[in-house]
Nanobody
Framework: QLQACGGGLVQAGGSLRLSCAASRSIFSFNVMGWYRQAPGKTRELVTT???????NYADSVKGRFSISRDNAKNTVYLQMNSLEPEDTAVYYC??????????????WGQGTLVTVSS
C-alpha cells in the first residue's frame, strides 16, 4: 500500500527528501506520517499530517523537517534540512484509516535508510 524511498547518505547540514507513495488515494487516510528507528533504539514518531493538512512534529525535528502531501500524486513527502548525525535511522511511512466499524487500521511502508555523516 505504501512505498517509501529517498533515503541515502548525506553530510551533516545537508538535506534529503523522502517520498511515500500510496497505492490508493491518500484522501482515504485520516492521518499519514513518518517514523524512524535508529540502531538500538525504539521506533519514534517524527511527524504526521492529517487529511485536512494539520501537522505535528517531534521536538527534535521542529524547524528542520517539513511534511507535505501531494494529493494528485497520492504521495506524502518529508523534507529534511540541516540534517544531524542523530537523524541517522531507518525512516518508515505510516498511514491510518478509520474503518466502517470505527476502528483504526494502520499501514506501514518499508523503511528507507538515512545516514548522516559528521
Amino acid at each position: 500500500q505504501l512505498q517509501a524511498c529517498g533515503g541515502g547518505l548525506v553530510q551533516a547540514g545537508g538535506s534529503l527528501r523522502l517520498s511515500c507513495a500510496a497505492s490508493r488515494s491518500i484522501f482515504s487516510f485520516n492521518v499519514m506520517g513518518w517514523y524512524r528507528q535508529a540502531p538500538g533504539k525504539t521506533r519514534e514518531l517524527v511527524t504526521t499530517i492529517t487529511s485536512d493538512g494539520s501537522t505535528n512534529y517531534a521536538d527534535s525535528v521542529k524547524g528542520r523537517f517539513s511534511i507535505s502531501r501531494d494529493n494528485a500524486k497520492n504521495t506524502v513527502y518529508l523534507q529534511m534540512n540541516s540534517l544531524e548525525p542523530e537523524d541517522t535511522a531507518v525512516y518508515y511511512c505510516k498511514a491510518a484509516i478509520i474503518n466502517p466499524k470505527g476502528a483504526y487500521e494502520y499501514y506501514w511502508g518499508q523503511g528507507t535508510l538515512v545516514t548522516v555523516s559528521s
